[in-house]
């Protein structure tokens, strides 16, 4: 048996290309369906609510980062009139929580005002109480300030605020103290 490709044999006028004369049709369609997949889930392919889906899904398997591009890949879809907007925004400031808490407050902020009605108490405490829980105090506290007016009245919130004072005792970076100070939650503010 001669293993020599059809091109290289005396006498043929026929041209191949080097690796797809031996792979069998169907296969190669089916390998080109998974690779068009592949790229499609590496570039952010999928409706927006998939890939709100898809960053919730991810957030829930502590994989913020990944979750972060899920949302931000969703939120270059989605206009703000859109019903997965803010699911999306929402999906976005929890995953940022771990990621970059700074962007995460901003976000949070600029949606409510961009959104008024929008946000609630509990998208505020839900943050701030992430911000806690990865001892971001500054950025937690700033984002309870921000949202004071809703949250006021909420007995949760006496929670949040306590347990970043309890926290703020044990800060040792000095911008940390400066701003938990400034903000009435050490003393000497």
């Given at each position: 048996m001669?293993?020599?490709?059809p091109s290289?044999?005396p006498?043929?006028?026929r041209?191949?290309?080097p690796i797809?004369?031996t792979i069998?049709?169907?296969?190669s369609?089916v390998?080109?369906?998974?690779?068009?997949?592949?790229l499609?889930?590496?570039?952010?392919?999928?409706?927006?609510?998939e890939?709100?889906d898809?960053?919730?899904?991810?957030?829930?398997?502590?994989?913020?980062?990944?979750?972060?591009?899920?949302?931000e890949?969703?939120?270059?879809?989605l206009?703000p009139?859109?019903a997965?907007?803010?699911?999306a925004?929402?999906?976005?400031?929890?995953?940022?929580?771990?990621?970059d808490a700074?962007r995460?407050?901003?976000?949070?902020?600029?949606?409510?005002?961009?959104?008024?009605?929008?946000?609630?108490a509990?998208d505020?405490?839900?943050?701030?109480?992430?911000?806690?829980?990865?001892?971001?105090?500054?950025?937690a506290a700033?984002?309870?300030?921000?949202?004071?007016?809703?949250i006021?009245d909420?007995p949760?919130?006496v929670d949040?605020?306590?347990?970043?004072?309890?926290?703020a005792?044990?800060a040792?970076?000095p911008?940390?103290?400066?701003?938990?100070?400034s903000?009435?939650y050490?003393?000497?503010?």
């Amino acid at each position: 048996m001669d293993l020599r490709r059809p091109s290289q044999l005396p006498g043929s006028s026929r041209v191949c290309l080097p690796i797809m004369s031996t792979i069998d049709p169907h296969r190669s369609h089916v390998a080109s369906l998974l690779l068009a997949l592949a790229l499609c889930s590496c570039s952010g392919g999928g409706s927006p609510k998939e890939q709100v889906d898809a960053g919730y899904s991810s957030l829930n398997s502590a994989k913020s980062k990944e979750a972060v591009a899920s949302f931000e890949a969703a939120l270059t879809k989605l206009t703000p009139t859109d019903a997965e907007f803010l699911r999306a925004k929402l999906g976005l400031v929890e995953a940022l929580v771990r990621v970059d808490a700074e962007r995460s407050k901003k976000e949070l902020i600029d949606l409510a005002k961009s959104h008024p009605g929008k946000v609630t108490a509990k998208d505020y405490l839900r943050t701030a109480n992430a911000m806690v829980n990865e001892n971001r105090l500054g950025a937690a506290a700033e984002t309870l300030a921000a949202g004071e007016s809703l949250i006021k009245d909420d007995p949760k919130a006496v929670d949040v605020k306590e347990m970043i004072k309890q926290r703020a005792t044990k800060a040792t970076d000095p911008s940390e103290i400066a701003r938990l100070k400034s903000l009435g939650y050490l003393g000497g503010g």
